[in-house]
């Protein structure tokens, strides 16, 4: 399974930005199977949860963080998933990452494959 994500960009402290993932190489199992995630790293800290969303029901979970502010959506029949992120902060500024596996879980040691990543800068 390859993830691709794309929307990175560099905006002011208030603004929006919406990131997608593509899904490819699905051999033997359809996108609506898995479970996705996103995660995000800033310089020098770990790698934190930020949204998850189920298989089927399309149950979805959230990082206090971003709760209210931030929105997971997945389109099975364009094998994507999206992160609408709105009011951004400068702590927002990370590289986010979008992942794939069988729970929507927020350890990313759960997830089995990983997108290379894109840069999200917010300035105040």
């Known amino acids: 399974v390859q993830l691709v994500e794309s929307g990175g960009g560099l905006v002011q402290a208030g603004d929006s930005l919406r990131l997608s993932c593509a899904a490819s190489g699905l051999t033997g199992r359809t996108f609506d199977t898995y479970a996705m995630g996103w995660f995000r790293q800033a310089p020098g800290k770990e790698r934190e949860f930020v949204a998850a969303?189920?298989?089927?029901?399309?149950?979805?979970y959230y990082a206090d963080s971003v709760k209210g502010r931030f929105a997971i959506a997945r389109d099975n029949a364009k094998n994507t998933v999206t992160l609408q992120m709105n009011s951004l902060k400068p702590d927002d500024t990370a590289v986010y990452y979008c992942?794939?596996?069988?729970?929507?879980?927020?350890?990313?040691?759960?997830?089995?494959?990983w997108g290379q990543g894109t840069q999200v800068t917010v300035s105040s």
């Open positions: 969303i189920r298989w089927g029901t399309g149950l979805t």
């Open positions: 992942a794939a596996g069988d729970w929507p879980s927020s350890e990313h040691q759960t997830y089995n494959y």
